[in-house]
């Protein structure tokens, strides 16, 4: 076997490399960033960028939080991976600490890698514990790419793949300001919910397993789940046999303006999934259950082995993001700086005509842009320039380019951001709605 001793010189062409790369969604950005720190990026030609997204979703304590660089030292000092049936003090301490925050009766975590893992587990402990394999989630939703967490991912990434697994089935997403029954305009009244259920009801073949719903619909718009939904959510699976599951990877530890948003609504589900906001940046993520749908799926032989599943060195990492949450309050201080986000795009939206609406929880909104108020219509000519746009003059800012939208602004900065970032934040946004307006006519605008 042929060892190559240095990298082979790049190709007539190739700049760095990007173009032995696989495209996993879209095209990727021609910056390459160096550094990363607290709620900026710098480009290797200097440039800073200021991140309202906090990197995929994930770095809620911002980009290098001090808390996170000593646990990465000390634990790598450690150990960092383990055969999977051994476990270490970090892995059993981030469950005890994790089930003190967590209402009873919760009780039981499993530490995997990424969201859909998460998901994934939940779903197989689900279909396990009740014989069913049917799964409900919402037309908005995305939950993975894993077989079982894609299958009941609907806002994209179904077309082309074969398909998916039997028995999973599509509830309207709850989203007031495009109501999906044509029923609702400004304030939903659960009648897509009752909709919902009643499709789900007539398609069933009698083999429920579980409900599967993010708090907040992400990829599905930023749609906070309307007041009541989820109780009356959980209502409907406790008597078809569902058992729920809330899937808080965007929401929970603080961003929501709660450590968990299922809090805000009354309502203890079967299955919680954590992921990017517990390993602040790091592939960590978890499903957490009861005492008694764990044991139930010991006794049957329950198997969900990963080559890091209890992996020391995140579980190290999730320790420090939650004590630090905790200890700095994080999550009231979403509340107080989310308000002035959530102003401060209010105040955007009176001068600017394309912003249709502004809705989200803490520091989770969406800017919602339309090409006219009176239709609702997504524009999303306009959402891609003004993306574009705010890049330039130094914002990152992303748009939902899924369910149907393109023309959604997802704005989640980190929660140790600073009062000063909001407000410059804001104005680079100003800047490039006003730049852009020739985009809602002129793709060449901008």
């Known amino acids: 076997m042929e060892v190559r001793a240095s990298p082979a010189p790049a190709r007539s062409g190739d700049r760095d490399g990007r173009e032995h790369l696989i495209r996993y969604g879209g095209s990727f950005s021609d ?10 990026l710098t480009t290797e030609d200097g440039r800073r960028i200021l991140d309202f997204t906090s990197g995929q979703m994930c770095a809620t304590l911002g980009h290098g939080h001090p808390a996170i660089l000593d646990a ?17 003090r970090d892995v059993t301490e981030l469950a005890r600490e994790l089930m003190a925050v967590l209402p009873e009766p919760l009780a039981r975590a499993m530490f995997l890698s990424t969201g859909g893992e998460a998901n994934e587990a939940a779903l197989r402990l689900a279909k396990l514990y009740t014989g069913g394999h049917e799964v409900l989630a919402f037309a908005g939703s995305w939950h993975g790419m894993t ?15 074969g398909p998916p697994l039997p028995g999973t089935l599509a509830l309207p997403t709850p989203n007031p300001y495009r109501c999906p029954i044509a029923h609702c305009r400004e304030s939903c009244d ?6 919902g259920m009643a499709l789900a009801d007539a398609q069933s073949v009698g083999a429920p397993a ?10 599905g718009g930023i749609v906070p789940l309307p007041e009541g939904y989820l109780a009356r959510l959980k209502q409907g699976c406790e008597e078809r046999g569902l058992l729920l599951v809330v899937d808080e990877a965007q929401t929970a530890l603080g961003r929501a303006g709660t450590m968990f948003a299922f809090e805000q609504h009354d309502v203890v589900p079967d299955f919680v999934a954590l992921s990017k906001t517990l390993g602040g940046g790091l592939p960590l993520s978890a499903t957490v259950t009861t005492d008694e749908i764990e044991a139930d799926a010991a006794s049957k032989g329950f198997l969900h082995v990963t080559s890091h599943v209890s992996d020391p060195l ?5 320790r420090a993001v939650l004590r630090t949450v905790v200890a700095d309050e994080l999550a009231a201080r979403a509340v107080v700086i989310g308000e002035r986000l959530r102003g401060g795009l209010q105040e955007l939206q009176l001068r600017h005509e394309p912003i249709g609406d502004v809705r989200g929880v803490g520091l989770m909104l969406g800017v919602d842009l339309v090409s006219d108020r009176a239709t609702r219509a997504p524009d999303a000519r306009y959402g891609g320039a003004v993306t574009e746009r705010c890049l330039e003059l130094g914002l990152n800012v992303n748009v939902i380019k899924f369910a149907g939208l393109g023309s959604v602004l997802r704005i989640a900065p980190p929660l140790t951001i600073a009062p000063e970032e909001i407000d410059l934040g804001l104005e680079i946004l100003d800047q490039a709605l006003t730049d852009c307006r020739g985009a809602r006519s002129d793709a060449r605008a901008c």
């Not at 910056?31 to 900026?40: D, I, N, P, T």
């Open 72 to 88: 990465l030292r000390e634990a790598s000092g450690r150990v960092v991976h383990l055969f999977s049936g051994f476990l270490s």
């Open 147 to 161: 077989a079982g967490a894609g299958s009941s991912t609907y806002s994209a990434g179904r077309r082309g793949y």
């Open 31 to 40: 910056l390459l960033v160096e550094r990363a720190e607290g709620s900026w």
């Open 210 to 219: 579980a409900a599967i719903v993010e708090p907040i619909l992400s990829a």
């Open 314 to 318: 995140p579980a190290a990492v999730g």
């Open 190 to 195: 659960l009648t897509c919910l009752d909709a």
